[in-house]
T-cell receptor, first 113, second 120 residues
């Protein structure tokens, strides 16, 4: 089955700096890659996603890049703010297993004011 | 839409008791997923349904766990008997796969707020 690895597990940045979280996947058939943000005491919420026919996608301060050849994708947050502090999860999905998501282990991001 | 609804939000019970978690998916979504989240194991998929039919229950830890989806708007996850190691946050998520030209067949999952279970 698919295996998703996520790094780093924790990340601290100064407010205003950029944060980058990286994930790798193993199944070359995976074609959908969402990113979730989970705040304390809440469920994961989708923040951005990318499909395999696109190399990059941006939404305001958040961007995701995908390298299909290397089988890795990354989340970039620019001009970080304290409210960006949360746990971020990447996931991969392949048609072979329906709509099942394979999640990374999460990155705890702390933005220091 | 109110999003995915889960109840109860918190549950404290004693070892050996039966626990029932409930989920109402987003209207029109035909996939429903149950996850368990712990610090040690992260997010684990327990089981998922498509059109009310269980598709993959390989993540269900043991026979003490069972899940049902009697109709498109309701699902339950039951633990009987419960054990302290079942303590975790249980999430329900739902999604809908669009069909037709230009779609990839994959669509995001929307998570509920979770049920925090503590088994003493």
């Amino acid at each position: 089955g698919e295996n998703v690895e996520q790094h780093p597990s924790t990340l601290s940045v100064q407010e205003g700096d950029s944060a980058v979280i990286k994930c790798t996947y193993s199944d070359s058939a995976s074609n959908y890659f969402p990113w979730y943000k989970q705040e304390l005491g809440k469920g994961p919420q989708l923040i951005i996603d990318i499909r395999s026919n696109v190399g990059e996608k941006k939404d305001q301060r958040i961007a995701v890049t995908l390298n299909k050849t290397a089988k890795h994708f990354s989340l970039h947050i620019t001009e970080t703010q304290p409210e960006d502090s949360a746990v971020y999860f990447c996931a991969a999905s392949t048609p072979r297993t329906g709509n099942q998501f394979y999640f990374g282990t999460g990155t705890s991001l702390t933005v220091i004011p | 839409d109110a999003g995915v609804i889960q109840s109860p939000r918190h549950e404290v019970t004693e070892m050996g008791q039966e626990v029932t978690l409930r989920c109402k998916p987003i209207s029109g979504h035909d996939y429903l997923f149950w996850y368990r989240q712990t610090m040690m194991r992260g997010l684990e998929l327990l089981i998922y349904f498509n059109n009310n039919v269980p598709i993959d229950d390989s993540g269900m830890p043991e026979d003490r766990f069972s899940a049902k989806m009697p109709n498109a708007s309701f699902s339950t996850l039951k633990i009987q008997p419960s054990e302290p190691r079942d303590s975790a946050v249980y999430f329900c998520a739902s999604s809908n796969i669009p069909l037709g030209p230009g779609t990839s067949g994959q669509e995001t999952q929307y998570f509920g707020p979770g049920t925090r279970l503590l088994v003493l």
